[in-house]
Nanobody
Framework: QVQFVESGGGLVQPGGSLRLSCTASGSIFRTSNIAWYRQAPGKEREFVAAINWSSNTISYADSVKGRFTISRDNAKNTLYLQMNGLKPEDTAVYLC??????WGQGTQVSVSS
């Protein structure tokens, strides 16, 4: 049974922007810190950004720092990743991660001219 779902991916040209969303059930969202990861074909899954419940502890991978912004709306049970200045190397399946749950399907982000 699907407990959360990522959305908002798509095809964008270099320099473009996308906003990803991860919406979860209330029980999952209330008890979890959340992170964004990404995985490109042939590459290991890598950490992108993380945020705690109160949004007072946020971290980013160096590769996305200054371009991506992670945020959450607890009232909407939704995690966001605003991605600006997208580069071809950002192309990957983006996945949200809850500490006690397996990986979901993710949402595809493709950056290409």
């Amino acid at each position: 049974q699907v407990q959360f779902v990522e959305s908002g991916g798509g095809l964008v040209q270099p320099g473009g922007s996308l906003r990803l969303s991860c919406t979860a059930s209330g029980s999952i969202f209330r008890t979890s810190n959340i992170a964004w990861y990404r995985q490109a074909p042939g590459k290991e899954r890598e950490f992108v950004a993380a945020i705690n419940w109160s949004s007072n502890t946020i971290s980013y991978a160096d590769s996305v720092k200054g371009r991506f912004t992670i945020s959450r709306d607890n009232a909407k049970n939704t995690l966001y990743l605003q991605m600006n200045g997208l580069k071809p190397e950002d192309t990957a399946v983006y996945l949200c991660k809850f500490p006690s749950l397996p990986w979901g399907q993710g949402t595809q982000v493709s950056v290409s001219s």
